[in-house]
């Protein structure tokens, strides 16, 4: 059955209402793969209908950000009105703020915007705890029975268009064939696709028909501003665990990296890696200058290159693919990419690859359709081949088949063979979510290089087995050498790891997939989970370990330890008893925190009483570690890949950062009140910060106050 489109998404709400009767139970994409507009209108309307219900199933409902000051609120207001533009605001995320969701809906998130929503009850109570990929299956156990995704379009020459789940293929066509079975028994389902111009559109397994679809809506409304996450600051302490992490990753291997200041500081320690590698190795070695060099590192350039697989495709790798450092091509064939991972075969075809294929039995002689088709799928024969009584027929020319015949294999190199493989794939991703130029930079791209990234599915992403999109032979003839690297909030003395929730139970964002990719590594023979966190954290001018003795809850169990990567080093857990464990981590601790650690390890007898931390790993402070990279500094940038604030939006989100601390802190607010006096307000500079800030004329004493306090931290 074919979809009908709409032009009305009121329409498309209402006629919805009417053929469901009783409760609307609604999945939706996490992040930008959610049409909001849409979810909005039904959310509106069962608002106003109290003898209907409304369950929503999501992830990572985003809303512009919002100020928690008027001087906040000065600053955010154009800066959210440049980088968000006509992006709208969900409507239920924003009752939830305010509690004012009505008493016949509910809102059931799997994974929740990081730290957003510690305090809020509901968002705590109805939050479901899953694995990325439970989650289809969970949401067809609730009963979801209207599927809403914003969709890309590509409208052809001919007048023809082309469909695309663009930015989140990660769930959709999982939980379609969960629910098929109750359709099948005459259940009223909707699968709806919302037309949004501003998506990019993304082929491979991320194309589908129109007849995916019950209802496409090309409602004007539809389209509208990618949400985008600003670029973060990455600071030394990022750049120093970005560049421990770097040196682990294998040429020719496989990466997967996450969103934020920490992946976009392994990005570029990754191109520093191979664009300017002697002080690339310089940096290393002088961050690693009181103790030995892990014996798994990898140091030099990138003459292979690697492959992304990482359910979240961030802006990171969009520049390791800019700066051709993602490019190494995985086949969807298992018997091919066995013979390209042993050096049997390569992209440059010649008529030896005809014969390697056939020694390993991919094809056969004389060669079949089924052969020909093979051979066409990945560009070896040119596809204008066709196969015809036994024989290959391509323009003019009539071809034998016997590849032991060497007239044959001349007309079929002549005629036939193409000069590359194709159909390589150098990026898999299961959702993407990226600052503005990302998603610019995405629909721009020539088609034969996105045609090379594959937005797919979580299922086939996150885990070896169990899927229907490819066998685990495949996917571990693909991901070689993998370095599947992750951060959390705590590591344990025992080796657990903390990611996504407090002590007392709170949920900080959700699990998604660590899990799966800690738990796939230690499947592979040649993979390693490496996990990433800061040493410490400042709480009330008190230093507090990020490698805690012990905690209420883990994310990852102690025995899926492996790689843990601070600031100040790399501990490799692998394998270890619990006292070489400790000993390890011990290492890689803020050396005004060490003793503490120890003592409880000695304590609850998993040291050795006499146990002394070496000499070598008792200078982990963040002054020690400023000084090993302030000959570096040059090529450590604060924004490595750009960013969206101005020169002198940074400079004033310092002076906010700054009062805000000084507000905490009464002595310090005096200080910066007496400071002020001494500032030159007609001063050019000054003057531009001002205005940038409304507060170039203040009128009332409450404004005044402000902009003396500004000026002060200023």
């Known amino acids: 059955?074919?979809?009908?489109?709409?032009?009305?998404?009121?329409?498309?709400?209402?006629?919805?209402?009417?053929?469901?009767?009783?409760?609307?139970?609604?999945?939706?994409?996490?992040?930008?793969?959610?049409?909001?507009?849409?979810?909005?209108?039904?959310?509106?309307?069962?608002?106003?209908?109290?003898?209907?219900?409304?369950?929503?199933?999501?992830?990572?409902?985003?809303?512009?950000?919002?100020?928690?000051?008027?001087?906040?609120?000065?600053?955010?207001?154009?800066?959210?009105?440049?980088?968000?533009?006509?992006?709208?605001?969900?409507?239920?995320?924003?009752?939830?703020?305010?509690?004012?969701?009505?008493?016949?809906?509910?809102?059931?998130?799997?994974?929740?915007?990081?730290?957003?929503?510690?305090?809020?009850?509901?968002?705590?109570?109805?939050?479901?705890?899953?694995?990325?990929?439970?989650?289809?299956?969970?949401?067809?156990?609730?009963?979801?029975?209207?599927?809403?995704?914003?969709?890309?379009?590509?409208?052809?020459?001919?007048?023809?268009?082309?469909?695309?789940?663009?930015?989140?293929?990660?769930?959709?066509?999982?939980?379609?064939?969960?629910?098929?079975?109750?359709?099948?028994?005459?259940?009223?389902?909707?699968?709806?696709?919302?037309?949004?111009?501003?998506?990019?559109?993304?082929?491979?397994?991320?194309?589908?028909?129109?007849?995916?679809?019950?209802?496409?809506?090309?409602?004007?409304?539809?389209?509208?501003?990618?949400?985008?996450?600003?670029?973060?600051?990455?600071?030394?302490?990022?750049?120093?665990?970005?560049?421990?992490?770097?040196?682990?990753?294998?040429?020719?291997?496989?990466?997967?990296?996450?969103?934020?200041?920490?992946?976009?500081?392994?990005?570029?320690?990754?191109?520093?890696?191979?664009?300017?590698?002697?002080?690339?190795?310089?940096?290393?070695?002088?961050?690693?200058?009181?103790?030995?060099?892990?014996?798994?590192?990898?140091?030099?350039?990138?003459?292979?290159g690697l492959y992304g697989c990482s359910e979240m495709f961030v802006n990171g790798f969009l520049k390791l693919i800019q700066a051709n450092i993602i490019r190494r091509k995985v086949y969807p064939h298992t018997g091919l990419q066995q013979l390209i991972n042993q050096g049997l075969l390569s992209e440059e075809l010649t008529i030896n690859s005809l014969q390697t294929l056939r020694a390993h039995d991919l094809i056969s002689s004389p060669l079949t359709g089924e052969d020909l088709a093979l051979l066409e799928r990945f560009g070896i024969f040119k596809e204008e081949c066709c196969f015809q009584n036994g024989q290959i027929l391509i323009n003019e020319h009539c071809i034998g088949t016997d590849l032991d015949d060497e007239a044959t294999l001349d007309a079929l190199a002549t005629y036939c063979l193409s000069e590359r493989l194709q159909g390589g794939i150098i990026m898999h991703g299961g959702f993407f979510l990226g600052p503005a130029d990302f998603y610019q930079a995405l629909r721009e791209m020539p088609e034969s290089l996105a045609n090379q990234i594959n937005m797919s599915t979580i299922a086939f992403i996150n885990q070896l087995y169990g899927d229907r999109y490819g066998d685990e032979k495949l996917k571990r003839a693909q991901r070689i050498n993998a370095r599947f690297i992750n951060t959390c909030m705590m590591v344990t003395l025992s080796g657990a790891a903390v990611s996504d929730a407090l002590d007392d139970g709170r949920v900080v964002s959700g699990v998604g997939g660590q899990y799966n990719f800690v738990a796939q590594a230690h499947e592979l023979p040649d993979a390693r989970s490496i996990l990433m966190l800061r040493s410490h954290r400042v709480v009330d001018d008190e230093v507090r370990s990020s490698i805690v003795t012990s905690y209420g809850h883990a994310t990852i169990p102690r025995h899926l330890r492996d790689i843990v990567i601070t600031e100040y080093g790399i501990a490799d857990l692998r394998g270890k008893s619990d006292s070489d464990i400790i000993k390890a981590l011990l290492n890689i601790s803020d050396s005004r925190c060490q003793d503490d650690l120890r003592n409880w390890a000695i304590e609850h007898k998993k040291l050795s009483p006499d146990y002394v931390i070496p000499k070598a790993y008792r200078q982990n402070t963040p002054e020690a570690l400023a000084e090993r990279l302030q000959p570096y500094l040059s090529q450590l940038p604060s924004f490595p890949f750009g960013t969206d604030f101005s020169k002198d939006e940074l400079t004033i989100i310092k002076a906010l950062q700054a009062l805000k601390s000084s507000t905490e802190h009464p002595l310090q607010l005096l200080k910066t009140a007496v400071s002020s006096i001494f500032k030159d307000e007609d001063d050019a500079k000054v003057q531009r910060y001002l205005e940038r800030m409304g507060l170039d004329e203040t009128h009332s004493l409450k404004d005044k106050v402000m902009k003396r306090l500004f000026m002060g931290n200023l």
């Open 1 to 304: 059955m074919s979809a009908k489109i709409y032009h009305s998404i009121e329409q498309a709400v209402s006629d919805i209402l009417t053929a469901i009767d009783g409760t609307i139970r609604l999945g939706a994409p996490l992040g930008i793969g959610k049409p909001n507009p849409f979810i909005n209108a039904i959310y509106q309307r069962i608002a106003n209908q109290h003898q209907r219900s409304l369950e929503i199933y999501s992830a990572l409902s985003l809303n512009k950000p919002q100020a928690s000051s008027e001087i906040e609120g000065r600053f955010l207001q154009p800066f959210v009105a440049r980088v968000f533009g006509n992006y709208p605001d969900l409507d239920y995320v924003v009752d939830l703020k305010n509690n004012k969701v009505p008493n016949n809906i509910s809102v059931h998130e799997f994974f929740l915007k990081s730290g957003d929503w510690l305090n809020h009850s509901a968002a705590q109570q109805h939050y479901i705890n899953s694995n990325y990929t439970h989650i289809a299956r969970d949401m067809a156990a609730k009963g979801v029975n209207v599927i809403c995704q914003a969709i890309a379009i590509r409208e052809e020459a001919d007048g023809s268009r082309r469909y695309s789940l663009s930015c989140n293929p990660d769930l959709s066509m999982d939980l379609l064939e969960l629910l098929a079975p109750r359709r099948a028994q005459g259940e009223c389902i909707f699968t709806v696709g919302v037309i949004n111009r501003e998506l990019p559109f993304m082929a491979n397994d991320a194309e589908v028909p129109a007849s995916v679809f019950d209802m496409i809506i090309d409602d004007p409304a539809g389209t509208h501003t990618l949400f985008s996450t600003p670029n973060m600051k990455v600071n030394l302490t990022d750049y120093a665990i970005g560049l421990h992490a770097s040196s682990l990753v294998r040429d020719g291997g496989t990466l997967q990296i996450g969103i934020g200041s920490l992946g976009d500081a392994i990005a570029h320690a990754l191109i520093l890696r191979n664009q300017d590698n002697a002080n690339y190795q310089t940096m290393i070695r002088r961050l690693n200058a009181d103790h030995p060099l892990s014996t798994d590192i990898d140091l030099a350039p990138f003459h292979q």
